[in-house]
């Protein structure tokens, strides 16, 4: 959408919400995610001043993913569970064409590697992995039966392996989209159907939970964002996930780069996190891994096939390798 | 044969200019494109100077799992082979041939051998740590 459809639907909007008609100061779209639109803005609501952020799908027609439609209700069960996330204001309604909510906006910075290296970050990292750990006890337990909403996420099939299903769409991505054969996923792929963890526990998982989808500052976490893989699952999933390779951004800790394994296991089950599983937290970061190898591969695909001509597209196919370097020791390490 | 410059020395070349001009007087997309450029073309000089090497070794090594195969004479010609031998050696563990036992130690320290060498391209920094 242009500014001025965004600039008017929103004043109609917050009018309707808070009864002010609003003074914008400064209505801008935020780069990033391909998959939605960001709009940051400040408005004089009446003597309160709302630094606020507005996500819409970016096009109108299109049915929106389940974690879309629901991403207002996410944030705010996840802010009543006590986890670290922006606070959200107003679910959208039939003002824009297109699905949308406004939340608060939340000061910070994401990238992982300032938070790795910058200087002024020394606290920020010391209490990050312990506020990361707490935040996804948190969510984890987000009750179900609490949240009838939240059915239309996508779960794993009754019975099943949670994994299986995750670990058969990355290795029909990679069958469709790799031009080339890469032996090391194939070792990957075959370790991870002959160790298909079946657990009991079905939680709601963030579905992205890495450096880069963390807001951060001096003081620590202030937001974790990008809820538009959320879905039912093995709780172990987010754990893994946050310990793979390339959101270590470089730092010598495997989660997030910053902390280690047995305190962040601890912070989690102190704060009524499910039991760890320390063997399912292998499976799932080497699924991760493997994952992001799909992807780089993916990413690589739209420089090939015209879609994104650029030296960086370009560039990434050249990263595979770090994963499969990855995979090898992972699987060494899981004893082969 | 070229006069020269060298390919190398003309790789050389163009990445000097990303790096003292291109990054130096820009900003943004322009800049952080122009530090991509300039490692990718980093990254080509390393790799025209290892990739005899690199092919001959993973050719060996494939030898040794596969069976021996004369080495096609080109290098052109040896992309696609290596390609159609990685072919053969994913199916081959996709069948669950190296599920276990000594094909799978062979297989897997033939590939950490692989995989090193394009790292040595690719990402040198994370090669000199193992």
């Not at chain 1, 630094?51 to 009543?80: Q, T």
């Not at chain 1, 370009?314 to 060494?332: F, N, V």
């Not at chain 2, 990718?40 to 990739?51: D, F, G, H, K, P």
Request: hydrophobic share 40%; charged share 25%; proline share 6%.
């Amino acid at each position: 959408m242009d500014t001025a459809t965004v600039e008017a639907g929103l004043r109609k909007f917050l009018h309707k919400n808070t009864g002010h008609d609003p003074a914008f100061a400064g209505l801008a779209r935020l780069s990033g995610g391909a998959g939605r639109e960001t709009w940051t803005f400040d408005a004089q609501l009446g003597d309160e001043k709302l630094e606020g952020i507005f996500r819409c799908d970016p096009v109108a027609g299109i049915e929106s993913s389940a974690p879309r439609i629901l991403e207002f209700h996410l944030l705010k069960a996840a802010m009543d569970a006590g986890a670290i996330v922006p606070e959200p204001l107003w679910d959208g309604d039939e003002t824009f064409p297109v699905k949308f909510f406004v939340m608060r906006r939340v000061p910070g910075e994401a990238l992982g590697g300032r938070l790795i290296r910058g200087e002024q970050y020394a606290h920020a990292r010391e209490i990050i992995p312990t506020q990361l750990a707490q935040s996804l006890a948190r969510i984890h337990r987000i009750d179900r039966a609490e949240h009838p909403e939240f059915e239309i996420l996508p779960a794993p099939v009754e019975g099943a392996s949670p994994a299986r299903h995750e670990v058969e769409n990355y290795e029909r991505i990679f069958r469709e989209v790799s031009p080339d054969p890469h032996p090391v996923f194939e070792l990957a792929f075959r370790w991870l159907y002959q160790h298909l963890p079946n657990p009991p526990e079905r939680v709601l998982v963030h579905g992205d939970y890495r450096l880069g989808n963390f807001l951060y500052g001096e003081d620590g976490l202030r937001g974790i964002i990008d809820w538009e893989l959320a879905h039912w699952g093995d709780p172990m999933e987010d754990i893994g996930w946050l310990a793979v390779k390339s959101w270590r951004f470089g730092g010598d800790k495997p989660m997030a780069g910053i902390g280690d394994y047995e305190p962040f296991f601890a912070d989690y089950e102190a704060a009524g996190g499910c039991p760890v599983d320390r063997d399912r937290v292998r499976f799932w970061e080497l699924f991760g891994n493997l994952k992001w190898g799909v992807i780089t591969i993916t990413q690589a695909a739209n420089y090939f096939f015209g879609r994104n001509k650029t030296v960086e597209m370009a560039s990434i196919g050249r990263r595979t390798a770090e994963t499969e370097w990855e995979l090898l020791r992972l699987l060494e390490q899981a004893g082969i | 044969m070229q006069d020269r410059p060298t390919i190398d020395e003309l790789l050389e070349a163009v990445a000097g200019y990303l790096r003292d001009d291109v990054m130096v007087n820009t900003t943004g997309r322009t800049n952080f494109h122009g530090r991509v450029a300039m490692n990718a073309v980093e990254m080509l000089r390393r790799e025209i100077s290892t990739i005899e090497d690199h092919y001959a070794r993973e050719w060996d090594g494939l030898d040794h799992l596969l069976g021996v195969e004369p080495m096609p004479p080109y290098l052109a010609a040896m992309r696609e082979s290596l390609l159609a031998r990685n072919r053969s050696l994913s199916t081959r563990i996709r069948e669950g041939d190296a599920d276990s036992g000594d094909f799978r130690h062979q297989v897997v320290n033939h590939l950490r051998k692989v995989i090193h060498d394009k790292l040595v391209v690719s990402n040198p920094a994370l090669a000199a740590e193992g």
